[in-house]
Nanobody, 124 residues
Framework: QVQLVESGGRLVQAGGSLRLSCAAS????????MGWFRQAPGKERDFVAA????????GYADSVKGRFTISRDNAKNTVYLQMNRLKPEDTAVYYC?????????????????WGQGTQVTVSS
């Protein structure tokens, strides 16, 4: 059973930075793509970023390109999301996710395992 536990969300002022972490357990972490998604109140869950099994490939939503960076430490079974120059529209619950199958994934439907989410609130 794959378990994902996010941490690092909090209230921050616009222009500030946060780093989210996601600790994974339950299977071989290092051979799977990992992703971050977010869901704002009253909106659908959207893709934010993904990283390939070895960190060699990354992908980002247009809304966060140049501000957010996804990374991973396979020795620690952890994936990170560094968020800089935060905006009020970044306010959402952020979820870490993992697919059941190997290979590059960016679509929400390709992800099978989800964490409980961590709240990020950006004040103006």
């Amino acid at each position: 059973q794959v378990q994902l536990v996010e941490s690092g969300g909090r209230l921050v002022q616009a222009g500030g930075s946060l780093r989210l972490s996601c600790a994974a357990s339950g299977r071989t972490f290092s051979t799977y793509t990992m992703g971050w998604f977010r869901q704002a109140p009253g909106k659908e869950r959207d893709f934010v970023a993904a990283i390939s099994w070895n960190g060699g490939s990354t992908g980002y939503a247009d809304s966060v390109k140049g501000r957010f960076t996804i990374s991973r430490d396979n020795a620690k079974n952890t994936v990170y999301l560094q968020m800089n120059r935060l905006k009020p529209e970044d306010t959402a619950v952020y979820y870490c996710a993992a697919p059941a199958r190997q290979g590059w994934k960016m679509e929400l439907s390709a992800y099978d395992y989800w964490g409980q989410g961590t709240q990020v609130t950006v004040s103006s």
